[in-house]
């Protein structure tokens, strides 16, 4: 289960038609480079899940929406190529995706991918 992902982030989750729009799109980006991810709708939101781990979640916003992701990568350096998605901590804000590079973005998402599944490939070999 997403425990992640605080109350207040699930506020105001009324999206336009062009947020929407952008959900579905991110989402066949996700499966584009995790076929094999399980999509769960929990508390109103996109859970993805790789392996029994969330890997990316995706709440809607009115105007926006935020791409949570579970990896611990620093992804800085996606800054200067990522124009118009704003980073945080395990997120990225992106007003719309009519003005981000989508090769760039399915970029970011596999190499979170690919962070996240080794993480869980370590943390199996440990037990």
């Not at 336009?16 to 066949?28: C, F, G, P």
């Not at 980006?29 to 993805?48: M, Q, T």
Request: glycine content about 2%; hydrophobic content about 45%.
């Amino acid at each position: 289960m997403l425990t992640t992902i605080k109350a207040l982030a699930l506020n105001n989750q009324d999206p336009t038609q062009d947020v929407t729009t952008d959900i579905d799109t991110l989402s066949e980006l996700i499966f584009s480079i995790a076929p094999s991810a399980r999509l769960i709708r929990e508390k109103g939101i996109d859970v993805f899940y790789l392996l029994e781990d969330w890997a990316f979640a995706l709440v809607p916003h009115k105007q926006n929406l935020s791409l949570y992701h579970a990896s611990d990568m620093d992804i800085s350096g996606f800054y200067e190529r990522l124009h118009h998605v704003h980073m945080g901590d395990h997120c990225l804000l992106i007003d719309s995706l009519d003005h981000v590079n989508l090769n760039v973005l399915v970029e970011l998402l596999a190499l979170l991918k690919v962070d996240m599944m080794r993480k869980y490939q370590l943390d199996q070999s440990l037990h």
